[in-house]
Structures are given as C-alpha cells and as structure tokens.
C-alpha cells in the first residue's frame, strides 16, 4: 500500500511565526501535492510537484511556499503564519502527470495559529 | 477553471435507507471523474472512478456513481447504508488536459443513525 505521511497531526504556531508541514511518501512516486480542508469548501490545492526541484501553483498559493529537495519529501512553509491558515492541511501523492491517476493521501496536519 | 458543486452539505439517514449524493461539475473538455470518502479520523480514500466507457462504475463497500454527460453530474449511490458509512463524501473532478489535478467539491457530511 502508498504510504503518505505526514509528520505533525496537530499543530498551534503563533501569528508570525514560521511553519514547516513535512510530507514523506514511500512509493517512489512523482508527483505530489499540497491541498487544505475547510469546511464547506472541501479541498483546495495549494501547490504541487512533478519532479525533484519543480513546483507549480495550484488555486490558493498565496501565503505559502514549498520545496521538494528530495523525491520523497514534500514541505509546505508558512513564512509569516496568520489566523486565517488555520486549517487541516493533506499532503498526496500519485505514481506521475498522467491524468486519472489515483491520488493518495496523508492523513493531514491541524494547524492551529493564534 | 473548473469547479464542482455538491448540493448537500449534511445528510442524516437511518440505517438500511438508501443514499443518493448529488455532484454536478462546470467545464467544457472531457473529464475523469471521482468519489473520495473520509471517516471520522482517517485520510481521504478512493470511493470509485470513471474515466470512459460505461457510465455506470462500481466502488468499494457497495457504493456506485453514475456519470450523465448531458447534465455534467456524477450523483453517488447506494441502496442499503449502513452506520459504518458515516463519513465525509468528496466528488472531484480532473480535466484530462490538466494532467493529474483534481478540483473538489465542498464535500457532504453523512450521518447514518443506527
């Protein structure tokens, strides 16, 4: 089975403060993603990666940054965090570009900032 | 851009009831279209796909989709739920020509009563 993990379940950052969310998969896949979970307005993508050193914006980049050094690894930065980040952030991964693949996920991160 | 409307955001129903879960999409190009469902506590989880073919696709745990191009819908089903089927139902939707993303729709949350 893909394994997507995601290192913190459950975070609290203080306004300003800078967040790293790492993201690791065990299936040598390609492609990865960053989406956040709100309530009511399911699943937004973030940013995504195709390959080592790439990254793409997805429909809600503003706020973030992210860096793919290594093929398994995925991290999602939050420079300056503000209240309005608090959300469940999913980290996912799929085998390549190719449409139709089977996206799979962490099991999210709960960031809180106050 | 694309986008995908689900037209309930709570669902109660009681045990063996049937459910029916409405998903319709906005864009012009072909699709590959697809149900996630999340439990309480887990990472979201492939329901069932439909790529071509029979409009009609069968998912796990009895769960089936039906894709009516006319009406640009992809409506969930199942006959007989039971209370394990509380969750958190996501219709997503992937332009072919936009390689591996999906966009999502705001998601129905399912209670089922035992």
């Known amino acids: 089975d893909v394994k997507v993990t995601q290192s913190s379940r459950y975070l609290v950052k203080r306004t300003g403060e800078k967040v790293f969310l790492e993201c690791v998969q065990d299936?040598?896949?390609?492609?990865m993603f960053w989406y956040r979970q709100d309530p009511g307005l399911g699943l937004r993508l973030i940013y995504f990666?195709?390959?080592?050193?790439?990254?793409e914006k997805g429909d809600i980049p503003e706020g973030y940054s992210v860096s793919r050094e290594k093929k398994e690894r995925f991290s999602l930065i939050l420079e300056s965090a503000s209240t309005n980040q608090t959300s469940m952030y999913l980290c996912?991964?799929?085998?390549?570009?190719?449409?139709?693949?089977?996206?799979?996920f962490g099991e999210g991160s709960w960031l809180t900032v106050v | 851009a694309q986008s995908v409307s689900q037209h309930n955001h709570h669902v109660i129903l009681s045990e063996a009831a049937s459910l029916e879960l409405g998903c319709n999409y906005s864009?012009?190009?072909?699709?590959?279209l697809f149900w996630y469902v999340q439990y309480p506590g887990q990472h979201l989880q492939l329901l069932l796909k439909?790529?071509?073919?029979?409009?009609l696709v069968k998912g796990i745990k009895g769960f089936e989709a039906e894709f009516i191009k006319s009406k640009f819908s992809f409506n969930l089903r199942k006959p007989s739920v039971q209370w394990s089927d509380t969750a958190e139902y996501f219709c997503?939707?992937?332009?072919?020509?936009?390689?591996?993303?999906?966009?999502f729709g705001g998601g129905t949350r399912v209670l089922v009563k035992p």
């Open positions: 299936m040598d896949h390609e492609n």
């Open positions: 996912a991964s799929s085998l390549d570009r190719t449409s139709g693949n089977t996206i799979y």
């Open positions: 864009y012009g190009g072909t699709v590959n």
């Open positions: 439909y790529f071509s073919g029979d409009p």
């Open positions: 990666s195709y390959d080592v050193k790439m990254k």
């Open positions: 997503a939707v992937n332009p072919k020509a936009a390689g591996n993303k999906l966009t």
